[in-house]
């Protein structure tokens, strides 16, 4: 027979009721694939839920991000349904908060000053294979790509694993690049490319030539207002975080026989070699020969990966692990750029 004391219910005390923590992984809100088999440059991330908002998961999951961003190079995230290019800087800036708003090259979107449009250059050619800044004495370690509009036909853009450029590269080419660096020459004439004006944001001589000491560009001024510079950078890197050895320049973009066949004797019946808008020389001032520049192109387009954007794809990219491009393309494209996290040469 029960007592008083049996028959009353028990209580239950909250007080020792432990909460326990819920671990959600980045990988149960996303879904990987690769554009093709075996493949693992981008590593493609997508939704789960349609409802998603990348801004926020990507601001849980950086470590994450960075993981996959340092072993594949570049990251396509696609169906996040970002609706427009302030959606697109929010997520950037979860990634690297300062965002960097003074790039010479590219004209600014109108957003916020952080944001810019792709690099205007005729719609039927192809740009070739560079990693960003990698001619100057600071560069991006971040670079992210969204799609505005697709075009109706190409403007994809092709990407390149780095490290694996330096791998199947003659061993002789990539010593003697590793020696001899690389020497950028650039001419600024007024009404041929971009100023020297717009290019360091500036009319005053005396802050250009401040400027160039400070980063160690050769300089001088030429007649009719132009601006002729020099600099010495490498051509091949180690990359600070990961250590690995990279092939890292922007050779093809400014060598003399990259250039289409039309455009080259137009330029050479126009300028001196000296006077032309860029050109690249080994670092001690020698020529680089045109086979080992047409090496390097073969090699860059065996190894190239190529996918269609569509709209509202974000692509991020390791600046010194992966080297991108941009195809020929027909009808309206809008793809815009945000860049950060730069480094200066000296402490890479």
């Not at 092709?158 to 020696?179: A, G, H, S």
């Not at 007649?223 to 250590?243: D, M």
Request: aromatic share 10%.
């Amino acid at each position: 027979m029960e007592t008083q004391e049996q028959s009353r219910p028990k209580r239950i005390s909250m007080a020792r009721t432990e909460r326990k923590a819920v671990s959600v992984s980045p990988q149960s809100l996303v879904k990987s694939s690769y554009v093709e088999p075996g493949q693992l440059l981008p590593l493609i991330l997508e939704p789960v839920a349609a409802d998603l908002n990348l801004a926020n998961w990507s601001r849980k999951n950086q470590d994450f991000i960075g993981r996959e961003l340092a072993t594949h190079g570049a990251i396509l995230f696609r169906g996040f349904e970002l609706k427009s290019v302030g959606h697109f800087e929010e997520f950037a800036t979860t990634i690297c908060s300062q965002l960097f708003d003074e790039y010479g090259d590219l004209p600014r979107e109108g957003v916020s000053g952080k944001v810019y449009g792709s690099t205007p250059y005729p719609a039927d050619q192809a740009i070739l294979f560079h990693n960003e800044s990698s001619h100057m004495h600071r560069w991006p370690m971040k670079i992210w790509f969204y799609c505005v509009t697709a075009a109706r036909q190409g403007g994809e853009t092709p990407i390149v694993d780095c490290r694996k450029i330096y791998e199947l590269l003659d061993p002789q080419i990539r010593t003697r690049f590793e020696q001899k660096q690389l020497m950028y020459v650039r001419n600024y004439t007024d009404g041929l490319g971009v100023g020297w004006q717009s290019f360091f944001q500036t009319t005053e001589k005396s802050a250009v030539e401040d400027y160039c000491r400070r980063a160690g560009i050769d300089f001088e001024w030429k007649k009719n207002n132009g601006l002729r510079t020099r600099q010495i950078c490498r051509a091949v890197a180690r990359h600070p975080q990961t250590g690995e050895m990279v092939f890292f320049n922007q050779v093809q973009l400014h060598h003399l026989s990259c250039v289409d066949s039309a455009t080259r004797l137009s330029l050479c019946a126009l300028f001196g070699e000296e006077d032309l808008p860029r050109n690249v020389y080994y670092g001690d001032g020698t020529p680089i020969e045109d086979s080992v520049i047409e090496e390097i192109c073969a090699l860059y387009w065996q190894t190239s990966v190529r996918f269609p954007w569509r709209e509202g794809d974000v692509v991020m990219l390791d600046n010194m692990l992966t080297a991108h491009g941009r195809m020929p393309f027909v009808g309206p494209r809008k793809i815009v750029v945000a860049i950060g996290e730069i480094v200066e040469s000296r402490a890479v």
